[in-house]
C-alpha cells in the first residue's frame, strides 16, 4: 500500500512539473525574424464573472524559421501567475496558417472567460504567453518569442458594504 501511495505521488508530482514550462528555457529569437501584431479590446475596466475576452494575435515567422505549433495555447488552460490560478480559462483557440516564400504567417483568435469577482475594482491580466519557435535545418535550437500581456480591471457583481435592498427596490414590489 505505501508503495502504491509513492507511485501515485510521483506521478502527480512529474505531471505538476511537465504541465508548466518555464519561460527562461529557451532565448529569446531576434527580433529580425518574426513580427507580433495583438488586438486587444478596447475595454479595459468593467470586466465581471462569465464575461469573454477576445484576442486577435498575428505572427509572421521569416524563413528559415517556423513556429512549432504545439506551443499554441490550449483550450481549457487556465491562466496562473507565480502558480496562482488568475480565474480565467481559454474557451475557445484557432489560428490561420499563410505560408509564402520569405515567411509564415498566423492569424491566432483567443477567447479568454473570466471566472473571477473581486470585491473592489482591481486590475487583473491575461498573462504573456510564449510561442516556441525552430529552424528545421537545427532541430536542437529552439527560440522563444513573446506575446505581450493584456491588463484590464475586473469589477464586482455588486455593491460591496451595508446595502438597503429596501432602498433599492421598486414600490411595487408584492
Known amino acids: 500500500m505505501r508503495n502504491l501511495l ?26 529580425k525574424y518574426i513580427s507580433v501584431e495583438v488586438n486587444d479590446p478596447e475595454q479595459k475596466v468593467g470586466y465581471t464573472v462569465g464575461d469573454l475576452i477576445e ?8 524563413k528559415p524559421f517556423i513556429l512549432i505549433e504545439e506551443s499554441l495555447p490550449i483550450v481549457g488552460y487556465e491562466k496562473r501567475y507565480r502558480g496562482d490560478l488568475l480565474g ?3 474557451m475557445n483557440s484557432g489560428y490561420k496558417k499563410k505560408v ?9 483568435d483567443l477567447t479568454y472567460q473570466i471566472f473571477t469577482n473581486k470585491r473592489f475594482a482591481k486590475p ?3 498573462t504573456a504567453d510564449y510561442y516556441r519557435v ?12 513573446r506575446v505581450p500581456s493584456f ?15 429596501e432602498n433599492d427596490m421598486s414600490d411595487y414590489r408584492g
Do not use: C
Not at 506521478?11 to 505538476?16: E, G, R
Not at 509564402?100 to 491566432?108: A, D, G, Q, R
Open 6 to 31: 509513492l507511485l501515485f505521488s510521483l506521478i502527480t508530482f512529474t505531471s505538476f512539473v511537465n504541465s508548466y514550462e518555464d519561460p527562461t528555457k529557451y532565448k529569446d529569437i531576434d527580433p
Open 55 to 62: 484576442r486577435k494575435i498575428k505572427v509572421s515567422i521569416f
Open 100 to 108: 509564402t516564400k520569405e515567411k509564415s504567417v498566423y492569424e491566432i
Open 88 to 90: 480565467m480559462s481559454l
Open 134 to 145: 525552430m529552424d528545421p535545418s537545427k532541430p536542437d535550437e529552439i527560440f522563444k518569442l
Open 124 to 126: 487583473a491580466a491575461i
Open 151 to 165: 491588463t484590464f480591471a475586473v469589477s464586482p457583481i455588486a455593491i460591496f458594504g451595508a446595502v438597503k435592498v
